[in-house]
């Protein structure tokens, strides 16, 4: 029993350029969310899927942050033109509607630090 | 925005001493998560809670639901030097489809 993958682990990047962040659910997950984590902070909701539809976005997801999931299975998660305040934690989590919508499981997170 | 308050925020323990530490909310919540997180990991999910009211064990953790559906608590009991990490509550408010908003965790240190 697989859990939720996140690649890569570990990405340092300059300001300004693009950066990609993927996840894997754990099979047969239909939610799939992000979170935003910064140091000393608990995480903070960024959008969630279900299937392949995007149901809901937080305020903090702006225009430089687009997220897909075309298939319904894996997901990606892009910024553009980074900045420093884009140095943070981000988590996928997945859950089943199913077995227990409510019960969120956390992947490992990439770690994003822009110089 | 709605804001969990956890409490409190560090605590430093002997090997073998109970732990207690809470989370509180100005608005009703429909569900109560606890999770833990060691550095640089993602939060690994300790118990749910779904009542109001509910109590529920999970080995040495016990948690419960308040009944006033704005507060739930987490109890460890016999500390060992691996329940150190940071413990986040997570709750979902009553209108929200399905995001958790987390505390600011409690940072737990066992001491042997």
């Known amino acids: 029993d697989t859990g939720v993958s996140q690649n890569p682990r570990h990405k340092i990047t300059k300001r300004g350029q693009n950066v990609t962040f993927r996840c894997d659910p754990i099979s047969e997950h239909n939610r799939l969310y992000w979170y935003r984590q910064t140091l000393g902070q608990g995480p903070e909701f960024l959008t969630y899927f279900q299937n392949e539809a995007q149901l809901e976005k937080s305020r903090l997801l702006s225009d430089r942050f687009s997220a897909e999931r075309p298939k319904g299975s894996f997901s990606t998660l892009e910024i553009q033109r980074t900045e420093q305040g884009d140095s943070a934690m981000y988590l996928c989590?997945?859950?089943?509607?199913?077995?227990?919508?409510?019960?969120?499981?956390f992947g490992p997170g990439t770690r994003l630090t822009v110089t | 925005g709605q804001q969990l308050n956890q409490s409190p925020q560090s605590m430093f323990i002997q090997e073998g001493e109970d732990v207690s530490m809470n989370c509180t909310s100005s608005?009703?919540?429909?569900?109560w998560l606890w999770y833990k997180q060691d550095p640089g990991e993602g939060p690994v999910l300790l118990i749910a809670?779904?009542?109001?009211?509910e109590l529920t064990s999970n080995g040495r953790l016990t948690a419960q639901f308040g009944i006033t559906r704005k507060d739930s608590f987490l109890n460890i009991s016999a500390s060992i030097p691996s329940d150190v990490g940071i413990y986040f509550c997570?709750?979902?408010?009553?209108?929200?489809?399905?995001?958790?908003?987390f505390g600011k965790g409690t940072k737990l240190s066992v001491k042997p």
């Open positions: 997570a709750g979902i408010p009553s209108r929200s489809q399905g995001n958790l908003i």
């Open positions: 809670l779904y009542k109001a009211g």
């Open positions: 608005s009703i919540f429909n569900t």
């Open positions: 989590a997945s859950s089943s509607v199913r077995q227990g919508p409510y019960e969120q499981y």
